[in-house]
């Protein structure tokens, strides 16, 4: 008998995924597929705001390089 | 005494929040002894299903953060309330749509058409886009739907308390996090937040000359701003005057002016409106002409006075009409 395993949320690590993977009949995988889950439209959304205003607006595509503002004086 | 059972989980979200959380320092250490996180996907192994099984209201505080856009945050967010006591929407997009709202001034079909057929750097030659559900090699997949558009997270649920901020700085994040673990919460729906405008507290706010008023508006990069004068007095926008104090000027402190990302003042329903109602008020200009001219030098109203709040403002309740991909390329 096949089997599938969902492993969601993937953790520890910043974004948004889950992972699914199909076994076959005698437990082993035949087949593994990793998914984003997200889509917020940074590409779009940046089209025709100040350019000098886009170092604030695109580090919270992913803050973790959030390069200009930090809270640490 | 069992620990009280904590969620810290993000929705649409950049990560940042959670950076916020463990920005607490050390503080985090006594807080993860106070209580059981029993989820954090950036941080801890612990899965959706693992809440599903717990009893309603078993959890005491989840903080969430992050906006709502697809059906999957939608169910983690009406999860999240039906198994906590609490629920905190934690930074500027959990609790007004944050910067991805900007995403609601286009249509859904504009950021697919754009993101995954027309942007230059996209090569797709079947033309896939995502689906709800697939089928790869005979196999089922599955991908959460995508709404028409962004929501704030008490769009989607009850929610007790709101800490703004992109993201809410430490102290302020340490200041909820006693109130719950002392039970010294103000009142259901508060904003844990100063409820004055930034500039009653901006060390700049004394530079401000007694009549304030702007015959030009300068872009951040065309000026050297002066960091120990008021930016309105200087011709930059900053949106200090209708924005929730709270966040320890961490942008005036880098001579960066305001983006309002504590949300409008309390009550105050839209600080965009609010803050074009102090525009009109220090604006030095006599004729319809001298008026025009500022008002043109102000380009891009929408990103700078809603930068972190489409979703909650009284915009998105107009919907920009049908913007397409089209007529912003050309604009």
């Keep these: ?73 | 005494m069992a620990k009280p059972k904590t969620v810290i989980c993000w929705l649409g979200s950049c990560g940042g929040c959670d950076e916020a959380v463990v920005d607490m320092n050390e503080v985090l250490l006594r807080v993860a002894a106070a209580v059981d996180i029993v989820l954090w996907p950036v941080a801890m192994d612990f899965k959706y299903d693992s809440i599903k099984r717990m009893k309603n209201g078993e959890i005491v505080l989840s903080v969430v953060n992050g906006h709502v856009r697809n059906s999957e945050q939608e169910e983690i967010a009406k999860l999240l309330r039906e198994k906590s006591q609490l629920v905190l929407a934690f930074g500027a997009c959990a609790c007004l749509g944050g910067t991805p709202g900007l995403a609601n001034l286009a249509t859904k079909e504009d950021i697919f058409n754009w993101v995954y057929r027309d942007a230059p750097t996209v090569v797709n030659p079947n033309g896939n886009y995502p689906q709800a559900t697939s089928s790869v090699n005979g196999k089922t997949l599955t991908l959460p739907e995508f709404y028409d558009r962004v929501y704030a997270l008490n769009d989607i649920i009850d929610v007790d308390y709101y800490l703004p901020g992109c993201p809410p700085p430490p102290y302020s994040v340490m200041y909820a996090v006693n109130a719950v673990l002392e039970d010294k919460l103000p009142p259901k729906g508060s904003t844990l937040a100063p409820h004055r405008a930034l500039c009653d507290s901006c060390k700049r706010n004394k530079s401000k000359p007694d009549r304030l008023s702007i015959k030009e508006i300068r872009r951040i990069h065309e000026v050297e701003a002066d960091p120990d004068t008021c930016f309105l007095a200087q011709g930059i926008i900053c949106l200090g005057p209708a924005t929730r104090d709270g966040c320890g000027e961490a942008c005036m402190n880098i001579n960066l002016p305001c983006r309002g990302c504590f949300g409008p003042v309390e009550g105050v329903e839209d600080s965009g409106a609010k803050f074009i109602s102090a525009m009109a008020s220090i604006l030095d200009a006599e004729s319809d002409e001298e008026v025009a001219a500022v008002v043109d030098q102000f380009i891009d109203p929408a990103g700078y006075l809603y930068r972190f709040s489409v979703p909650a403002s009284i915009l998105q309740k107009s919907r920009v009409g049908k913007q397409t991909t089209q007529q912003r390329g050309a604009k």
């Design chain 1, 1 to 73: 008998m096949s089997k599938q395993i969902t492993i969601n949320p993937i953790t520890r690590l910043e974004g948004h995924g889950k992972i699914e993977i199909f076994l076959d009949d005698k437990g082993n995988v035949e087949d593994a597929y990793w998914q984003v889950v997200e889509l917020r439209g940074f590409e779009i959304f940046c089209l025709g705001r100040p350019v000098e205003e886009l170092p604030r607006i695109m580090p919270t595509s992913v803050a973790f390089v959030q390069l200009p503002i930090t809270w640490h004086p």
